[in-house]
């Protein structure tokens, strides 16, 4: 289980920082993304953030009962503390969910694939639930599809 969750964890930064690097404007790029052009994310190492979790789980309305680690039992939350740093680059600065949520205005994103897909997708979507707790969101599931959107985000960003 250890190892899934690390595993979730580098996938969810790998999608954040691809996010992030690729519509970056250049004036805000050189301050708040670094450059990842020749980036090897897979030489590196897990280590101690304070500034981690980035969301809290069990305040989430996104997070599936299935997926809830600590209300399934796992005893310790010392897994959550921990981001990837690459050896010979850094990673673009802490998940920004408002600007995230101005970027894909009038845009959607999908996930495909199995329950990992599913988890990275239910943390992105706390991530952005944290940055805006006040806003209004609406859910709607059709078979394995779920769909979230926040209507009314303009008013509040």
Known sequence: ????????????LFLLSWLQHTNADAEHHDTMHPQLDGCDFFQGSWVVDDSYPLYDSSTCPFVKQGFHCQKNGRPDKLYLIYRWLPNACTLPCLFDGEDFLRRFKGKKLMFVGDSLSENQWESLTCMVHTAIPQAQFSKSFEGELSTITWPVISKIL
């Open 1 to 12: 289980m250890q190892s899934f969750c690390y595993f979730l964890s580098l996938s969810l």
